[in-house]
């Protein structure tokens, strides 16, 4: 089953860091302490967490809505899909068995099994069968539509960046203060229009809650976690740089404390070698010759899936502070930026005889930075956004999109990209008009990729 955001992230922080004031246990502990201070004794009318990937988000949720119900009150959760949803509840029931937690769901929808498997929990599509329960937990979408009942006075916001203002809008009503915890460097909340006629303005509906909160309430200044507990000591450095540089974090784990081990030598390919370089290292670039090409680039689409192949044939472990395990196809994911890229590649593996989403047993996932956020794996194969692209259009460019492909891992991450990506970069800086009143992104995609893109060129295996 993937993980959640968070999972490896321990109850208690410091377990995972050498005691000391140094220690990242002690850090995201001393954080963690003040974040439940302003949670229950604060006086502004929001209290906003800012979480690096895998930095235990979903682990202060659950520890939040401890905390609030056993200081006596009530308590609503919002999260922005089903599946967000029955994550929590199953967290929160699991964690804390003697909650009564409430799954409000719509009238057509069902809770997965894992949220309905525990005693505590209650599921209803209406509102009125859960207001006694302790925790009532349910998406945005469901809870714009609660009347009716008198207001909570504490509320969590989960994954508050993707939710859109014009959603906090709908839902506010319905408590008195909340907590806001969620991803900035992750992709914007979607949107199926153009958003253009709002821009700059007070009331744009597009923008996140979280930017929306801020522009109204100038008195509350946000909270960092300072630990990612997913991301390697390899990695966590360049993705606090190029995605983080005013919220900057540290990895939970030393130089050396995870590794992967190789049961079967390589074959002198390529392929064989960018897996040694990121067993060693922790990334790896498969650079496939310049060109020009579809986006379901037939080249590319191969080595993403042979790259997988391999994975799987050499008999990879993971060790880390979990132990030793083998890196079998459920622990390994694709991440792409289009839809029909996923499905070009899901049908290469498959074409190779590699178990992908829904075949049974473990399988490897194939889907988009959209759909892999807030998962981890221990290694992940990223075919790189401008990957033989003619242009660097803004969609390509989405610092969030680079930024999700870059940090699902615990072990490891290979790139697979034609070369000529920098040139590219150089031909077309950004050119995305100014907006008025309008905070400009920081770091946009193109620095972004560039920072991102010097680090692969250490570890870079060229193909063809």
Same mark, same amino acid.
């Given at each position: 089953m993937d993980s959640p955001d968070s999972a490896d992230a321990p109850d208690s922080p410091a377990a995972a860091g050498a005691p000391g004031p140094s220690s990242p246990g002690a850090a995201a502990d001393r954080v963690t302490a003040e974040i439940l201070a302003a949670v229950l004794s604060g006086t502004e009318r929001g209290v906003v967490v800012d979480s690096p990937p895998g930095a235990g988000k979903s682990t202060l949720v659950v520890r939040a809505a401890r905390e609030l119900v056993a200081a006596g009150e009530r308590l609503m959760i919002v999260a922005q899909t089903n599946s967000q949803v029955d994550d929590l509840v199953d967290r929160l029931a699991e964690t804390a068995p003697d909650l009564s937690i409430g799954r409000l769901h719509?009238?057509?929808? !069902?809770? =997965?099994?894992?949220?309905? !498997?525990? =005693?505590?929990?209650?599921?209803?599509?209406?509102?009125?069968?859960?207001?006694e329960q302790q925790v009532v937990v349910s998406t945005a979408a469901k809870w714009q539509w609660v009347k009716d009942v008198d207001p909570w006075r504490h509320a969590i916001v989960d994954e508050a960046y993707q939710m859109r203002s014009d959603a906090l809008l709908a839902v506010a009503r319905l408590f008195e203060r909340a907590l806001f915890v969620g991803d900035p460097g992750q992709l914007d909340p979607f949107t199926v229009v153009g958003t253009d006629q709002w821009a700059g303005l007070s009331w744009d509906p597009s923008r996140s809650a979280v930017t929306a909160l801020l522009d109204h309430n100038p008195g509350i200044r946000p909270h960092n976690l300072p630990v990612s507990w997913r991301l390697p000591y390899s990695a966590a450095a360049l993705v606090s740089r190029a995605f983080y540089p005013f919220t900057p974090f540290r990895s939970g784990t030393g130089e050396g404390d995870r590794r992967l081990t190789v049961g079967v030598r390589a074959d002198g390919g390529p392929v064989d070698a960018v897996i040694d370089e990121a067993a060693e290292s922790g990334w790896g670039l498969l650079e496939l010759p310049a060109r020009h090409t579809v986006r379901t680039d037939p080249e590319a689409v191969h080595a993403v899936a042979r790259t997988v192949r391999r994975l799987l044939d050499r008999g990879l472990a993971a060790v880390s502070e979990r132990g030793t395990a083998p890196v079998t196809a459920d622990r390994i994911a694709v991440g792409t930026a289009h839809r029909d890229q996923a499905a070009a590649v899901r049908a290469a593996l498959t074409g190779l005889g590699v178990p992908v989403d829904g075949a049974l047993g473990p399988a490897v996932t194939v889907d988009t930075a959209n759909r892999l956020q807030g998962r981890e794996y221990d290694v992940t194969v990223v075919l790189h956004p401008l990957s033989g692209r003619p242009d660097a259009t803004a969609f390509h460019l989405e610092t969030g999109r680079l930024c999700v492909l870059a940090s699902r891992h615990r072990h490891a991450c290979i790139v697979v990209a034609r070369a000529g990506i920098t040139e590219l970069l150089d031909e077309h800086p950004s050119t995305e008009p100014v907006q008025l009143g309008v905070s400009v992104k920081f770091p946009d995609g193109w620095e972004a990729n560039h920072t991102v893109l010097a680090e692969l060129a250490e570890h870079r295996i060229r193909a063809g």
């Open positions: 719509s009238s057509d929808g !069902r809770p =997965a099994p894992e949220a309905l !498997r525990h =005693a505590g929990v209650t599921a209803s599509g209406r509102v009125a069968d859960l207001v």
